[in-house]
T-cell receptor, first 107, second 112 residues
Protein backbone atom coordinates (compact mmCIF):
# COMPACT_ATOMS: atom_id res chain seq x y z
CA UNK A 1 0.00 0.00 0.00
CA UNK A 2 0.91 3.64 -0.10
CA UNK A 3 2.06 5.72 2.87
CA UNK A 4 0.90 9.30 3.13
CA UNK A 5 2.66 11.58 5.60
CA UNK A 6 1.81 15.00 6.97
CA UNK A 7 3.15 17.25 9.68
CA UNK A 8 0.77 17.17 12.64
CA UNK A 9 0.42 20.81 13.66
CA UNK A 10 0.43 24.29 12.11
CA UNK A 11 -0.33 27.57 13.83
CA UNK A 12 -0.78 30.86 11.96
CA UNK A 13 -2.16 34.33 12.59
CA UNK A 14 -5.41 35.45 11.02
CA UNK A 15 -4.76 37.00 7.62
CA UNK A 16 -1.53 35.10 7.03
CA UNK A 17 -1.12 32.32 4.48
CA UNK A 18 -1.08 28.70 5.63
CA UNK A 19 0.83 25.97 3.85
CA UNK A 20 0.06 22.37 4.69
CA UNK A 21 2.39 19.74 3.27
CA UNK A 22 1.95 16.10 2.41
CA UNK A 23 4.35 13.48 1.06
CA UNK A 24 3.48 10.15 -0.40
CA UNK A 25 5.34 7.08 -1.55
CA UNK A 26 4.90 5.40 -4.86
CA UNK A 27 1.59 6.32 -6.39
CA UNK A 28 -0.40 5.49 -9.43
CA UNK A 29 -3.29 7.62 -8.20
CA UNK A 30 -5.04 9.67 -10.80
CA UNK A 31 -6.22 12.15 -8.17
CA UNK A 32 -4.93 13.46 -4.87
CA UNK A 33 -7.34 15.08 -2.43
CA UNK A 34 -7.50 17.55 0.41
CA UNK A 35 -10.23 17.16 3.03
CA UNK A 36 -11.14 19.39 5.98
CA UNK A 37 -12.56 18.04 9.22
CA UNK A 38 -13.97 20.28 11.92
CA UNK A 39 -14.36 18.93 15.48
CA UNK A 40 -16.98 16.22 15.75
CA UNK A 41 -17.87 16.43 12.06
CA UNK A 42 -17.38 14.36 8.93
CA UNK A 43 -14.88 15.10 6.19
CA UNK A 44 -15.50 17.92 3.75
CA UNK A 45 -13.88 17.65 0.34
CA UNK A 46 -11.95 20.89 -0.19
CA UNK A 47 -10.23 20.34 -3.48
CA UNK A 48 -8.38 17.79 -5.54
CA UNK A 49 -5.72 17.76 -8.21
CA UNK A 50 -5.33 15.55 -11.24
CA UNK A 51 -1.99 13.81 -11.31
CA UNK A 52 -0.90 15.38 -14.60
CA UNK A 53 -1.29 18.90 -13.17
CA UNK A 54 1.31 20.91 -11.25
CA UNK A 55 -1.01 23.46 -9.74
CA UNK A 56 -4.68 24.09 -9.17
CA UNK A 57 -6.20 27.27 -7.78
CA UNK A 58 -9.68 27.53 -6.31
CA UNK A 59 -10.44 30.88 -4.67
CA UNK A 60 -8.28 31.04 -1.51
CA UNK A 61 -6.93 27.53 -2.03
CA UNK A 62 -3.88 26.63 -4.10
CA UNK A 63 -2.74 23.05 -4.53
CA UNK A 64 0.78 22.31 -5.72
CA UNK A 65 1.87 18.88 -6.86
CA UNK A 66 5.50 17.88 -7.35
CA UNK A 67 5.36 14.38 -8.75
CA UNK A 68 9.13 14.02 -8.91
CA UNK A 69 9.46 14.61 -5.15
CA UNK A 70 6.06 13.03 -4.40
CA UNK A 71 5.07 16.18 -2.56
CA UNK A 72 1.63 17.77 -2.34
CA UNK A 73 0.82 21.04 -0.64
CA UNK A 74 -2.26 23.10 0.17
CA UNK A 75 -1.92 26.85 0.52
CA UNK A 76 -4.74 28.80 2.15
CA UNK A 77 -4.52 32.52 1.48
CA UNK A 78 -5.82 35.08 4.01
CA UNK A 79 -6.41 32.38 6.63
CA UNK A 80 -9.45 32.97 8.83
CA UNK A 81 -10.39 31.61 12.26
CA UNK A 82 -13.05 29.51 10.52
CA UNK A 83 -10.25 27.66 8.73
CA UNK A 84 -9.16 26.10 12.04
CA UNK A 85 -9.63 22.37 11.54
CA UNK A 86 -7.75 19.20 10.70
CA UNK A 87 -6.69 18.87 7.07
CA UNK A 88 -6.13 15.46 5.50
CA UNK A 89 -4.47 14.66 2.22
CA UNK A 90 -5.56 11.43 0.59
CA UNK A 91 -4.67 9.35 -2.42
CA UNK A 92 -7.30 7.96 -4.72
CA UNK A 93 -5.50 4.75 -5.48
CA UNK A 94 -5.76 2.97 -2.16
CA UNK A 95 -8.04 5.39 -0.29
CA UNK A 96 -5.45 6.11 2.37
CA UNK A 97 -5.36 9.31 4.38
CA UNK A 98 -2.43 11.13 5.87
CA UNK A 99 -2.36 11.55 9.65
CA UNK A 100 -3.91 15.00 9.36
CA UNK A 101 -2.54 18.47 10.08
CA UNK A 102 -4.26 20.41 12.83
CA UNK A 103 -4.39 24.05 11.73
CA UNK A 104 -4.90 26.61 14.47
CA UNK A 105 -5.60 30.20 13.43
CA UNK A 106 -4.97 32.83 16.08
CA UNK A 107 -6.82 36.16 15.94
CA UNK B 1 -28.99 16.63 -3.58
CA UNK B 2 -25.26 16.35 -2.86
CA UNK B 3 -25.57 15.00 0.62
CA UNK B 4 -24.68 11.78 2.35
CA UNK B 5 -26.78 11.27 5.47
CA UNK B 6 -26.02 9.00 8.39
CA UNK B 7 -28.19 7.89 11.28
CA UNK B 8 -28.03 7.89 14.18
CA UNK B 9 -25.68 10.77 15.00
CA UNK B 10 -24.76 9.18 18.31
CA UNK B 11 -25.10 5.61 19.55
CA UNK B 12 -24.27 4.09 22.90
CA UNK B 13 -24.43 0.31 23.14
CA UNK B 14 -23.43 -2.49 25.44
CA UNK B 15 -21.16 -5.32 24.40
CA UNK B 16 -24.09 -7.75 24.09
CA UNK B 17 -26.30 -5.45 22.02
CA UNK B 18 -27.08 -5.63 18.32
CA UNK B 19 -27.42 -2.32 16.53
CA UNK B 20 -27.18 -0.94 13.00
CA UNK B 21 -25.76 2.19 11.43
CA UNK B 22 -27.44 3.57 8.35
CA UNK B 23 -26.09 5.60 5.45
CA UNK B 24 -28.05 7.03 2.54
CA UNK B 25 -27.24 8.98 -0.61
CA UNK B 26 -29.41 10.09 -3.53
CA UNK B 27 -26.70 11.24 -5.89
CA UNK B 28 -26.84 8.11 -8.02
CA UNK B 29 -23.42 7.06 -6.77
CA UNK B 30 -22.55 3.42 -7.32
CA UNK B 31 -19.78 3.06 -4.77
CA UNK B 32 -20.22 3.37 -1.01
CA UNK B 33 -17.69 3.12 1.79
CA UNK B 34 -17.44 2.61 5.54
CA UNK B 35 -14.56 4.15 7.46
CA UNK B 36 -13.66 4.01 11.14
CA UNK B 37 -11.99 7.02 12.74
CA UNK B 38 -10.50 6.95 16.22
CA UNK B 39 -9.82 10.19 18.05
CA UNK B 40 -6.94 12.21 16.61
CA UNK B 41 -6.38 9.63 13.87
CA UNK B 42 -7.18 9.60 10.15
CA UNK B 43 -10.12 7.61 8.81
CA UNK B 44 -9.35 3.95 8.13
CA UNK B 45 -11.12 2.16 5.33
CA UNK B 46 -13.29 -0.77 6.44
CA UNK B 47 -15.48 -1.79 3.50
CA UNK B 48 -16.18 -0.78 -0.08
CA UNK B 49 -19.35 -1.61 -1.99
CA UNK B 50 -19.20 -1.30 -5.73
CA UNK B 51 -22.46 -1.61 -7.68
CA UNK B 52 -24.07 -3.08 -4.54
CA UNK B 53 -21.47 -5.81 -4.20
CA UNK B 54 -18.84 -5.97 -1.50
CA UNK B 55 -15.53 -5.33 -3.27
CA UNK B 56 -13.15 -4.57 -0.41
CA UNK B 57 -13.08 -5.83 3.17
CA UNK B 58 -10.02 -4.54 4.94
CA UNK B 59 -9.77 -7.54 7.29
CA UNK B 60 -12.51 -6.17 9.50
CA UNK B 61 -13.66 -8.43 12.40
CA UNK B 62 -16.89 -10.30 11.77
CA UNK B 63 -18.66 -8.42 14.56
CA UNK B 64 -19.03 -5.71 11.89
CA UNK B 65 -21.32 -6.82 9.08
CA UNK B 66 -22.01 -4.50 6.13
CA UNK B 67 -25.07 -4.66 3.95
CA UNK B 68 -26.06 -2.80 0.80
CA UNK B 69 -29.80 -3.35 0.25
CA UNK B 70 -29.89 -1.04 -2.79
CA UNK B 71 -27.74 1.50 -4.56
CA UNK B 72 -28.77 4.33 -2.20
CA UNK B 73 -28.45 2.59 1.14
CA UNK B 74 -25.59 1.17 3.12
CA UNK B 75 -25.91 -0.40 6.54
CA UNK B 76 -23.37 -1.52 9.09
CA UNK B 77 -24.68 -4.14 11.50
CA UNK B 78 -22.95 -4.32 14.86
CA UNK B 79 -22.93 -7.27 17.23
CA UNK B 80 -20.85 -8.15 20.28
CA UNK B 81 -18.65 -5.09 19.95
CA UNK B 82 -15.76 -4.27 22.25
CA UNK B 83 -15.05 -0.96 24.00
CA UNK B 84 -12.10 -0.41 21.64
CA UNK B 85 -14.60 -0.29 18.76
CA UNK B 86 -15.78 3.08 20.07
CA UNK B 87 -15.08 5.57 17.30
CA UNK B 88 -16.61 7.84 14.68
CA UNK B 89 -17.97 5.74 11.82
CA UNK B 90 -18.00 7.58 8.53
CA UNK B 91 -19.85 6.67 5.38
CA UNK B 92 -18.87 7.99 1.97
CA UNK B 93 -20.04 7.57 -1.58
CA UNK B 94 -18.59 8.18 -5.03
CA UNK B 95 -19.85 8.11 -8.59
CA UNK B 96 -17.81 5.00 -9.27
CA UNK B 97 -15.13 3.12 -7.34
CA UNK B 98 -12.04 5.28 -6.71
CA UNK B 99 -13.80 8.46 -7.80
CA UNK B 100 -14.03 11.53 -5.57
CA UNK B 101 -15.67 10.57 -2.30
CA UNK B 102 -18.29 12.58 -0.45
CA UNK B 103 -18.59 11.95 3.26
CA UNK B 104 -21.48 11.90 5.67
CA UNK B 105 -21.28 13.55 9.09
CA UNK B 106 -20.59 10.26 10.84
CA UNK B 107 -22.05 8.27 13.71
CA UNK B 108 -20.29 8.63 17.05
CA UNK B 109 -20.35 5.14 18.57
CA UNK B 110 -19.61 4.40 22.21
CA UNK B 111 -19.40 0.79 23.38
CA UNK B 112 -19.72 0.31 27.13
Amino acid sequence: GEDVEQSLFLSVREGDSSVINCTYTDSSSTYLYWYKQEPGAGLQLLTYIFSNMDMKQDQRLTVLLNKKDKHLSLRIADTQTGDSAIYFCASEDDMRFGAGTRLTVKP
Amino acid sequence: DTEVTQTPKHLVMGMTNKKSLKCEQHMGHRAMYWYKQKAKKPPELMFVYSYEKLSINESVPSRFSPECPNSSLLNLHLHALQPEDSALYLCASSQAPRDTQYFGPGTRLTVL
